[in-house]
């Protein structure tokens, strides 16, 4: 079994992949709130529509403190599945990779350091306007990536944004990258057609169609977008002028490609996708065919995650494809297994997630 | 001519710099407001008091963009004299050490990313309550310097706070340490008995005594500080645990030593004072004899920055003691000729002081 699978293009992978071993990446989580994720049937990222609010923010506190300050317990779905921070806090714990949350917009700020570039939280994509002040959040969080990548050698960027993959797929849509049936969900079943009924309803009421902003991911974030959207890809295009970057995270990263690429195609070779197994796995959503579409080039990696052995049937339930991603989960799997020079095994990993959850119940 | 002067405890000074060498340091510059500095004749940091509530936010923006965005120009004294952020950006700018604004509390927050920690603007300490949520926001940055200690080879700690020597010495009061004669200034004329009898005011308000807090340093900032006090002081402790930190400034550092101190002694031998040669030549101030009373053992670095030859007034008056110090000037020039093996001398950063400097005027 290969704890780290290779995708796509593993010409490039394997050229890559030495590269990283051994060194130890910067972790930077970029947290959003869109209005879009209280639809009713949207978001599995909340026990409820309304407390979807705290997720980003709760999450951030259980990464940081191994315990959420701003909830109680730590992120569930409607059925009590636990968020995919566990992964992530267990991956960071056995290697030590710094992380630092970093607000894209929020309602509801964690009770953790951050790093802010003045966002706004999300209106509903629906109503035809979803983020403000693109441009210069963009401009800020471009220029803190340049920043970064001095010091070092590669960097991980992960999100936490409640119904995050509609917004992407209404930055898709409006980039003209086929997305429909190709978006994932935390859900175990996916509600494509409610996720394109947003999508189509926010077009119409902005007067765009599919494609319309082909050339300007900007205005495309503006109005069908989330504010996750402009700081992850403008740290991601700032540092990767210079260093590696891994987009942590499933088909949300599908849309930041998007934007990346018609932004600055020059960067995208330092660009790479780390995410689970679960979302490669997924019949319902297609990751490849939406990198496909953007660049063919770009590499995935896959943490080969496996919760079918586990004692517990809050993490087993990840098996049947609830959550499957999220909070950086797959990229910071492979960070870690890449910076222990594989000391640290997707076993390993395994077994600390599994304690960490018991500590929990 | 030596570059970097050794000013105390050359013994461990000589076995701390060839460790630093060829490192670069990750700089962060905590800023804050402070009612304070609106008192008549107390800061030069800003043309007038009103403004000084832009100056740390400007400094940032000058220090990341060459180019302030909250101001016209830069920062200034009343008589014109430049802000030392040209000495910090002249120094980042060669060795391209990174560095990201951190806010302690402001009015006008710094059009460029940051790190926050929730702190509040502080109020004027003469009114014997200056600053907010103490605990939580050193507790957060103390959280904060751990988590950036797992990467850095150290760490550099700037200022930029209008009125923080008063608050310094406020802070300083209150621990036990006599400062009332030791405090340095912006201005050339040192107004130390304003100072003085604002702390006594301040005092006489909350009804303490010199020395009452003298085992609770949090409790000194809440009563008589300002709000970078608590965020400094904690990724400092946070980060000497496991690194080499710097404290950059001047008697406002002492405060922090002062704190740290008494919060930690553990972690002293981990911190060191880098300043500039005309604290250390003030003969209205005392920094040694600050440092003295809390652990003569702490060293202290000054850059021999030397602006006689200087062809422009506005950067001469630096020689005749005002300005000094602030924004990290000295401990960054200091970390820039450590950073580069000495390819980088203070001749070379003198240059491209002058050099940008006569970009701005």
Redesign the interface.
């Known amino acids: 079994m290969t704890d780290i699978i290779e995708v796509n293009n593993t010409k490039k992978t394997q050229e890559v992949l030495p590269i990283l071993a051994g060194k130890?990446p910067?972790f930077l989580c970029v947290i959003a709130n869109t209005e879009t994720a209280k639809i009713p049937g949207i978001s599995a990222a909340g026990a409820n529509p309304e407390i979807t609010d705290y997720t980003p923010a709760a999450d951030m506190e259980y990464l940081?403190?191994e315990k959420c300050k701003s909830i109680e317990g730590v992120p569930i779905t409607p059925d009590g599945i636990p968020t995919p921070a566990l992964i992530t806090r267990a991956a960071l714990e056995l290697t030590?990779?710094?992380?630092?949350p970093v607000i894209g917009g929020l309602n509801i700020?964690p009770?953790?350091?951050?790093?802010?570039?003045?966002g706004k939280p999300g209106s509903d994509i629906s109503l035809g306007s979803a983020v403000k002040n693109v441009q210069e959040v963009f401009q800020?969080?471009q220029?803190?990536g340049t920043?970064?990548a001095?010091?070092?050698h590669y960097i991980v960027l992960g999100e936490s944004v409640a119904g995050g993959t509609t917004t992407a797929l209404g930055v898709l849509t409006a980039l003209g990258i086929k997305a429909d049936d190709k978006i994932s969900s935390s859900l175990s079943v996916n509600p494509v057609d409610l996720k394109k009924q947003i999508v189509e309803k926010g077009m119409k009421a902005n007067r765009s169609k599919p494609g319309d902003f082909k050339n300007d991911p900007l205005k495309a974030i503006e109005l069908l977008g989330d504010p996750m959207q402009p700081v992850l890809s403008g740290i991601a295009i700032g540092a990767a002028k210079h260093i590696p970057v891994i987009l942590a995270g499933g088909t949300q990263m599908g849309a930041i490609c998007g934007i990346i690429h018609t932004l600055n195609p020059n960067v995208i070779n330092n660009i790479m996708i780390g995410t689970t197994k679960w979302i490669i796995d997924d019949k319902s959503s297609d990751l490849i065919g939406i990198i496909n579409q953007i660049n063919p080039e770009i590499p995935i990696l896959a943490a080969n995650l496996d919760f079918s052995q586990f004692k517990y049937d809050g993490l087993k339930a990840y098996e049947k494809g609830i959550v499957k991603e999220g909070v950086g989960a797959g990229g910071i799997t492979i960070a870690s297994i890449l910076a222990s020079n594989g000391d640290i095994s997707i076993e390993k990993i395994h077994q600390k997630i599994e304690s960490n959850y018991a500590k929990l119940i």
Do not use: D
Request: hydrophobic share 45%; proline share 7%.
């Open positions: 130890k910067f940081y403190y030590s990779i710094p992380m630092v700020y009770q953790t350091p951050y790093i802010e570039f003045g800020l969080a220029r803190f920043e970064i001095k010091i070092f």
